[in-house]
């Protein structure tokens, strides 16, 4: 069968540990190499499955390096709503650590929300973290991938 998904790249700078490993089991049940790009400042250990891109640890310079080489049908895990919405555009398929699938429809009210949280932060007010990641988190990731990669590979 010939393959449709194009390449799997992670923002590997703000991606727990365990999705990366699931990703990496993933790879091996579907067929592809993992492209997992850091900054030279978040690299800890190259010698882990998969292809490791290392960038510049200026500021974006991962979202970038994502977006300048992702094309269409490619799959990204980030949590990056800008780079989310970049993405989208070009008809990548954008899934987070915590297993929610972007859709370009949503992405105006989440960029709109990720302005006003930020304006509220340099107003002075400051909210709570994200929550810690569970283990529901990585299962709703898994499912969510896995029913994307089967998606589109057709199995």
């Known amino acids: 069968m010939e393959k449709l998904i194009g390449n799997v790249f ?4 703000a ?5 990366k490993e699931e990703i990496f089991k993933f790879s091996k049940m579907f067929d592809f190499e993992p492209i997992f ?4 400042a978040h690299a800890s250990n190259t010698d882990q499955p998969g292809r490791w891109i290392l960038v510049d640890a200026s500021p974006e310079e991962v979202d ?3 977006h300048n080489h992702s094309k269409r049908n490619d799959l990204v895990v ?3 709503h800008a780079l989310a919405s970049l993405l989208l555009s070009k008809g990548v398929y954008v899934i987070t650590p915590r297993g929610k699938q972007f859709q370009e429809n949503e992405m105006e009210q ?5 302005y006003m949280s930020a304006k509220a932060r340099r107003s002075g007010k400051h909210s709570r973290g994200p929550a ?4 529901e988190d990585t299962e709703r990731f898994c499912t969510v991938f896995c029913e994307i990669l089967s998606n589109v590979e057709g199995k």
């Open 10 to 13: 992670v923002d590997a700078d």
């Open 15 to 19: 991606c727990p540990v365990v999705i």
């Open 37 to 40: 790009v850091t900054s030279y």
């Open 64 to 66: 970038l390096y994502i």
């Open 78 to 80: 980030t949590q990056d």
């Open 110 to 114: 989440v960029l709109h929300e990720r």
């Open 132 to 135: 810690k990641f569970k283990k």
